[in-house]
DNA sequence: TCTGGGGTCCTAGGACCC
DNA sequence: TCTGGGGTCCTAGGACCC
């Protein structure tokens, strides 16, 4: 019986891509997109990565090629590339069997048993439909298991001057065995350093390498999940397609801050604005959890700065999802850990134990109106309420007002498509006479 | 001066049970 | 005098992903 094939569709730089979406005069140029706080590249055009700006450096140690280059820089905007996300995933859905939200901006598709010509055919169209509709380049790779589609994938990319951006694995294995001959064996999806190194030193250096090795050496070095690796390489699949996500087991909550902190109550602010956000995402799947974590740490790289990090669980007498209860319950958490003298340079809080909220038990004989009925109530309309209007526009008083430990995103865009005071304006001018005068594109960011 | 945030899965080892 | 074997659950830590 032949099998369905995965598709994986992968934006190309994505947030370099949604950044120039909404600016039209920056594509083809270097664009480079900014981590929280701006500290490190996390997005690059491919224009920005001819210049060797890569995904994981400090900004502090490019800025001359950034200077040099005129290379536009954007602090992260999740509003808007969560929202370009969705609008693509939106497409996918129409192409596919069953669909696959992998990251912010990869999806894995399954796609029916056709003939290879037809396969890139499809391949084609979904990549066009992408970029018809929403506006972003895609690559597509199609292969018969997940690991293979990603390297399909990765070599669609590579090749996207002849290949057009989608590549079809060959269904023979004997046809497949010199692409897998030319991928070094680190850059097979779930191999990283410590494994690859392992791997190495055992003379497997390929993705060929791995499909062919003795099974129980694979075990040896790398357990059951180097062995679903090595079994995927050779197209058979053992990692199935996850359309239906599972409910989170933890949420973190985390930041570094704009500037370091020294004292409790900022960092007070801090622990009860992460853990807001984090009982946000928690009633937003309908969980309550059962404990909270809290950790502070100084900056690991101030080698000249007294250096602390610590963490402490509170558990809570009974689950919840109720913003005050887990702020009061993180605020005890950190107050047994912290200690002056230090500059704290990130917090973050950890919700652990969580359940569904459903499968509470409730007391016997409850009262007409309980706590917890009313904490519900306030709840779901304070999510309603920051929904409609904005992240924060209600929030706990002990989260701050200045909020002086905010990270910093000096170079944010505009949230063009999801803020009402942000949309894009387009300006129009009357059409010329000969096309030599044709206007450049003039949509721009409201002043 | 300046170095991200948010997850998952697996394994080993200990506690505990019958 | 003789003191097993097999299972589950939980947790911490490691490795990996984007």
């Known amino acids: ?60 140690l490019v800025e001359e090629i950034i200077k040099a280059n005129s290379v536009t820089v954007f602090s992260s905007n999740y509003e808007l590339y969560g929202d370009i996300s969705r609008r693509v995933v939106d497409v996918l859905r129409s192409f596919a069997q069953q669909l696959e939200v992998y990251s912010i901006d990869e999806s894995f598709l399954t796609l029916p048993p056709l003939p290879e010509d037809q396969l890139k055919k499809l391949a084609l169209q979904i990549r066009c439909a992408v970029r018809k509709l929403v506006g972003v380049p895609v690559c597509v790779g199609i292969a018969p298991t997940k690991v293979l589609a990603k390297l399909s994938n990765r070599h669609a990319k590579e090749t996207q001057l002849h290949s057009a951006g989608v590549f079809v694995m060959p269904p023979n294995p004997e046809l497949r065995l010199p692409f897998l001959q030319a991928i070094p064996v680190e850059k097979v999806w779930g191999i990283a350093a410590g494994l690859s190194s392992r791997l190495i030193k055992f003379g497997i250096r390929s993705a060929a390498g791995l499909a062919l090795a003795n099974t129980l050496l694979i075990r ?7 062995q679903r690796i090595a079994l995927e390489l050779r197209g058979l699949p053992c990692i199935e397609l996850d359309d239906y996500p599972a409910p989170r087991k933890s949420i973190l909550s985390s930041r ?35 404990a909270i974590e809290v950790f502070i740490t100084t900056n690991p790289y101030r080698k000249n700065l007294p250096q602390y990090r610590n963490s402490s669980i509170e558990h809570l007498p009974e689950p919840a999802s109720d913003t005050p209860t887990l702020c009061a319950a993180a605020r005890r958490a950190l107050a047994r850990i912290w200690h002056e003298g230090f500059a704290y340079h990130k917090a973050g809080v950890i919700l652990w134990g969580i359940l569904p909220a459903a499968a509470l038990n409730l007391p016997l004989f409850p ?10 109530a306030l709840m779901a309309a304070l999510d309603t309420i920051n929904r409609k209007f904005g992240r924060g526009t209600i929030r706990i008083a002990s989260s701050g007002i200045q909020q002086t430990w905010q990270m910093r995103r000096t170079q944010r865009s505009p949230r063009y498509t999801t803020c009402w005071e942000e949309l894009p304006i387009v300006s129009a001018k009357p059409y010329p006479t000969h096309p030599s005068r044709l206007p450049s594109k003039t949509l721009s960011p409201p002043k």
């Open 1 to 60: 019986m032949q099998r369905d094939w995965f598709a994986l569709v992968d934006c190309n730089s994505f947030y370099a891509s949604c950044e120039q979406l909404f600016r039209p005069d920056l594509q083809g140029k270097p664009v480079i997109v900014l981590s929280n706080n701006d500290g490190c590249i996390v997005a690059a055009s491919p224009e920005a990565k001819a210049l060797g700006l890569t995904t994981g450096q400090p900004l502090f």
């Open 220 to 226: 040896k070095l790398g357990g059951v999940v180097l």
């Open 256 to 290: 570094s801050f704009g500037s370091l902190v020294y004292n409790l109550p900022p960092l007070e602010e801090a622990v009860c604005s992460y853990t807001s956000r984090a009982a946000e995402k928690l009633r937003a799947q309908r969980s309550v959890c059962s």
């Open 367 to 376: 009262p007409a109106i309980s706590n917890r009925t009313k904490r519900d």
